[in-house]
């Protein structure tokens, strides 16, 4: 596992260049982004890759989604539910 600081560099990095970059806007979303460490959901021999603009593969036939998808796709349901309530 990487040391916390330059993993919070890389999440930065991967919010400002892959995700708001694209449009996402949800300040919620871009702070859930900036905050999980995706490399703790990866086999340790690719969490160098964890901040890439690719799916990972996790095992079992299963992939991690690319930072972009996973906070499209939350945004998406944050605005939802917010139509709905």
Do not use: N
């Not at 300040?27 to 690719?46: C, K, N, T």
């Amino acid at each position: 596992m990487r040391a916390t600081r330059e993993a919070t560099l890389e999440r930065d990095r991967m919010v400002a260049g892959q995700i708001a970059a694209r449009g996402v806007e949800d300040p919620l979303v871009l702070d859930a982004m900036r905050a999980v460490p995706r490399e703790d959901f990866v086999p340790g021999e690719l969490a160098e890759y964890a901040y890439e603009d690719a799916p990972l593969r996790i095992g079992h036939g299963q992939t991690i989604s690319q930072p972009y998808i996973v906070a499209v796709m939350t945004a998406a349901a944050r605005a939802r539910l917010s139509q709905s309530g």
